[in-house]
């Protein structure tokens, strides 16, 4: 199976990274496809804890070829920070490949991103402020700049003076904000230039060359399949596609070229930001959820909304995606409690759903329909094999299983890159 898209099956810090690390070993290339430094990822090797906010997570795996494609918006100082951080504890980031025609983000996105959320007030969405939205934007707006754009300096300062004509009426005018200049724009963004040059290519030749040859290849998303701008909790979604779809829109690719989807999901639910959330934990039940599975921003620190484990996002989840596999994460974070509940359904004014509502606001007055499973008390972190663990725990995964609409591959029981159960093989 040489191409194997990698998603996040709820809203996110479902552990994609830790199942790309794992995964690492069997690649050849690792391409981060959407998204930016707004999504974070915690990958534990021995006792060495690493915190990757806009690098693909195989650039930890030795012999793998990190690539971050053209569906990413790059913010360069951040890029060199993270690079120059892996670097000074060891990492061999030279491999690292970089789209040409993936967007930048500029100084004045960031700028723009933060004092537009602040005057949303109560309606704001909840960005992390890092400028991921207004660039992608930009994008769609035909202002965007791109990374090839940094080595032609006459198109580079056309392009920044034709979108600070705009976004600077609106910083003046609407947030009572400064103006931006062209010239501290261009220094901002050329003060990496000559640095990122030798890592520019044009990864979809790459890719499909690679493909063509054999090599395995492993598409990364960043953020989740219920953040994604079209099949997402819209509004409150990200800026981009976090679909298994968007790994040939955001890498250069053809759809027929993947073999295998695999979906990440926590044995229970977590999101950041606002917006719906059926199964959401507001009591000491939640704050005990939250403490124990260490719900807590990789990229911001923000403490995680958490809930109950919801099969009808699991089985929306499959269906956009078209899942073959499930990598079910943090079972051991509910070790501990007499009973497990699982939403199973929805009650919407007095119907029951099975699968995801059509429109927002039935989604949004969503009541849970709850199973409950017997939990258990035995501390699974070592176990190996599906046998290992107690019975009950083995129910809960079965059971989770047969409600989610795809097989369960491999269950993480520990942050550890070795603590997980591998029940059927995802690559060969």
Request: aromatic fraction near 8%; include cysteine; proline fraction near 4%.
């Amino acid at each position: 199976m040489p191409a194997v898209v990698v998603v996040g099956a709820q809203w996110g810090d479902e552990g994609k990274g830790k199942a790309t690390d794992q995964l690492g070993a069997q690649v050849d290339y690792v391409v981060k496809f959407n998204g930016g430094n707004n999504a974070g990822h915690t990958v534990v090797i021995g006792d060495e804890k690493y915190a990757l906010h806009l690098l693909p997570s195989g650039i930890l795996s030795p012999g793998v070829t990190p690539v971050i494609g053209n569906g990413v918006v790059v913010d360069l100082e951040v890029l060199f920070s993270e690079l120059d951080h892996l670097e000074a504890r060891g990492v061999d980031i030279s491999t690292l490949l970089v789209s040409a025609s993936a967007h930048v983000i500029p100084p004045y996105n960031r700028t723009l991103d933060k004092v537009t959320e602040r005057f949303l007030g109560k309606r704001q969405i909840g960005t992390t402020g890092r400028g991921i939205g207004p660039t992608y934007a930009d994008k769609m707006n035909r202002v965007g700049i791109r990374i090839q754009d940094l080595y032609d300096e006459k198109i580079l300062r056309e392009k920044v003076e034709g979108a600070l004509d705009l976004k600077n009426q609106i910083l003046l005018k609407v947030y009572n904000r400064r103006a931006v200049t062209v010239d501290e724009t261009l220094d901002a963004l050329l003060a990496f230039a000559d640095r990122l040059e030798p890592m520019v290519a044009d990864c979809s030749l790459v890719l499909n060359r690679a493909l063509d040859e054999g090599r395995t290849v492993l598409f990364e998303a960043g953020q989740a399949t219920m953040l994604d701008v079209d099949h997402g909790t819209y509004p409150f979604v990200t800026s981009s596609s976090a679909t298994a779809a968007g790994a040939c829109t955001g890498s250069g690719i053809g759809p027929t070229r993947i073999d295998s989807v695999v979906g990440v999901i926590k044995a229970y639910t977590t999101r950041v930001g606002e917006g719906p959330f059926p199964t959401e934990l507001n009591d000491d039940v939640g704050e005990w959820l939250r403490k124990t599975g260490g719900e807590y921003g990789t990229t911001t620190g923000r403490p995680r909304r958490v809930g109950w484990y919801d099969a009808v996002i699991a089985r929306y989840a499959s269906r956009i995606n078209g899942l073959t596999d499930l990598v079910v994460t943090k079972l051991d974070t509910l070790t501990g409690l007499e009973k497990v509940p699982v939403c199973v359904a929805y009650d919407v004014d007095g119907t029951r759903c099975e699968e995801m509502p059509a429109d927002q606001s039935s989604f949004h007055h969503a009541v849970p329909v709850y199973e409950y499973l017997p939990g258990w008390w035995e501390d699974i972190s070592s176990a190996r094999t599906f046998e290992e663990l107690p019975a009950n725990a083995r129910a809960y995964v079965e059971y989770l299983e047969s409600i989610s609409g795809t097989r369960i591959s491999v269950i993480g029981v520990g942050p550890q890159r070795e603590a997980a159960i591998v029940r059927h093989a995802i690559l060969g």
